[in-house]
C-alpha cells in the first residue's frame, strides 16, 4: 500500500535557484544503485527527479540495510531530492503516463534487463518519437547486447568480472569482495557523466540518444592499466594485500596503543623523508631505493623498518611526526571517527538535514564544491509515492482521470 501522499519539504542549505542543473527533469525507472545513484548526482545539483516505483514493488533500496522506526535508512541517502510517484509501466494506463512524463522530460534512467522496456512498448522508438531530445539511460550488468546480455546480474557480478576481486586480498587469501556496492557506486558515477556528455551533444544537434552502460566497464577502467600490461608484457597483477607492486613503503601498521594508520610513498622525496623519519637513513642510498618499483620488491625490509617504528610509538605522536616531516599518513577510521574527524568536518562532507520523518539526520554531503552554483540536498528520501497525486495534476490529469488511473491498478 502506498504511503500518504505529504508536502515535499523546503529546501535545505542552498537556494535551487542557483543550482547548474535547474530546470533539467529526470525520470528515474531504476532500482537498487547504479541508476537511481546517477540519479541522485543530478537532483543533488538543482535537476528535477521523478522517481517512478511500482505501486506494490518498491525499490529494493527502501529494504536494505539497517531501518529505524520501519524507516530504511540507505534510502534516505539514495532517494533524496527525489520526488516519489507510482506507475505500474505493465499496464496500458502506466504506459501512457510514462510517455506523457517522458513528453516533458530531459532524461530517463532505467535498469531493466534488456527487451523489458520493448515488451511494454517503451523502447526508444516509442519514448523518442514522444521526445525527440530524450536522452536515454540504459543501466544493466553486462550492456544492451552480447552474449550475457540477458543474465541478470548485480554489481558483485562486475566485481568479480573485473580483476577487482582477483587482486584484492591477501596472497595466500582468496579473492576478496568488497562488503559495499562498488562496482555500482562506479557505474553510478559513470552514469551521471554519460547524462551529461548526450545532453552537451543535445545541445549541439538538438537531438537525443540512448547512454548504454553496463556494471561491469566502468570498473574496469579505474582498476587502470592492466589489460595493457598483460596486452604488452603478459604481466598478471598478484593479490599482494596492502602492498603496491609501484612503491613501498606502502602498508598498514599499528601503534603502540592498539591503532592503524596507512602510509603511502607514491613520490620519492615521500619515501626518503619517511626513512629519516624512522631512522633507517641509510636505506635511502641501496641502488633499488631509487625507483617505486625497486622499493617495492624490497617491501619486506621497509615495513620492517617503518612497521617497527610506527609500532614504538603512540598514534598522536606517529600523526604529528608524520605531519613535521611532510611524509603522508593517515588514519584508519571507522565511521565514528568519520563522523568526528576535523577535514570532514571542516568540509561539511557529512551534513545535518531535517527529515520530516526521523528528524534531524546525518549523511554525505553532495559530491563536489562548486563556487558559483553549489548543488545541496533539499531533502531526504521520501515515501513511497508521496507525490504521485501532485506530479500527475502538473501533467493536466484531473481528479477522475488520476482515480481512473489507480482503480486500473497503474498507480
Known amino acids: 500500500m502506498n504511503t500518504p501522499e505529504t508536502t515535499a519539504p523546503a529546501p535545505g542549505r542552498t537556494a535551487t535557484a542557483a543550482a547548474p542543473l535547474t530546470g533539467l527533469r529526470v525520470l528515474d525507472l531504476a532500482t537498487l544503485f547504479a541508476g537511481p545513484l546517477a540519479a541522485t548526482m543530478l537532483g543533488d545539483f538543482g535537476a528535477e527527479v521523478i522517481k517512478i516505483e511500482h505501486p506494490t514493488k518498491p525499490d529494493p ?31 496500458p494506463g502506466g504506459r501512457t503516463t510514462l510517455l506523457r512524463l517522458a513528453a516533458t522530460a530531459d532524461v530517463v534512467i532505467e535498469n531493466f534487463r534488456p527487451g523489458t522496456l520493448e515488451k511494454w512498448d517503451l523502447g526508444w522508438p516509442e519514448l523518442s518519437a514522444a521526445n525527440p531530445r530524450l536522452v536515454l539511460a540504459r543501466v544493466t550488468a553486462f550492456g544492451q547486447f552480447g552474449p550475457y546480455a ?60 540512448v547512454v548504454d552502460m553496463a556494471i561491469i566497464e566502468p570498473i574496469l577502467s579505474v582498476l587502470g592499466p592492466q589489460p595493457l600490461w598483460y596486452d604488452q608484457l603478459g604481466h598478471v597483477q598478484p593479490r599482494m594485500g596492502n602492498r603496491s607492486q609501484n612503491n613501498a613503503p606502502r602498508n598498514t601498521y599499528r601503534t603502540a596503543d592498539g591503532t592503524w594508520v596507512a602510509v603511502s ?49 603512540s598514534h598522536s605522536d606517529v600523526i604529528a611526526a608524520f605531519e613535521k616531516a611532510e611524509a603522508a ?30 528528524g534531524p539526520i546525518r549523511m554525505q554531503n553532495v559530491l563536489f564544491r562548486l563556487s558559483a552554483t553549489p548543488g545541496a540536498i533539499r531533502w531526504a528520501g521520501r515515501p513511497h509515492g508521496a507525490d504521485t497525486t501532485a506530479v500527475l495534476t502538473e501533467l493536466g490529469l484531473t481528479g477522475p482521470a488520476i482515480d481512473a488511473l489507480r482503480t486500473e491498478g497503474a498507480l
Open 61 to 91: 533500496s527502501r529494504g536494505h540495510g539497517p531501518s529505524k522506526d520501519g524507516i530504511g535508512l540507505w534510502w534516505k541517502v539514495l532517494g533524496r531530492n527525489k520526488r516519489t510517484m507510482t506507475l505500474d509501466l505493465s499496464r
Open 150 to 209: 540477458h543474465r541478470p546480474g548485480f554489481g558483485t557480478l562486475a566485481e568479480a568480472m573485473s580483476g577487482f576481486a582477483a587482486i584484492t586480498g591477501e596472497p595466500d587469501a582468496p579473492p576478496t569482495l568488497p562488503p559495499f556496492g562498488l562496482a555500482d557506486s562506479i557505474a553510478g558515477l559513470a552514469t551521471a557523466y554519460a547524462v551529461m556528455t548526450a545532453l552537451s551533444a543535445r545541445d549541439r544537434t538538438g537531438e537525443g540518444q
Open 265 to 313: 610513498t607514491s613520490a620519492q622525496s615521500i619515501a626518503e623523508r619517511v626513512m629519516r623519519l624512522v631512522g633507517r637513513p641509510e636505506l635511502i642510498d641501496e641502488p633499488w631505493f631509487a625507483t617505486g618499483a625497486e622499493r617495492a620488491r624490497h617491501a619486506d625490509v621497509l615495513d620492517e623498518a617503518v612497521g617497527g617504528w610506527i609500532a614504538r610509538h
Open 329 to 358: 599518513v593517515a588514519p584508519i577510521q571507522d565511521v565514528r571517527e568519520v563522523m568526528t574527524d576535523p577535514q570532514y568536518q571542516a568540509l561539511d562532507t557529512i551534513t545535518t538535514i531535517d527529515d520530516p520523518e526521523l
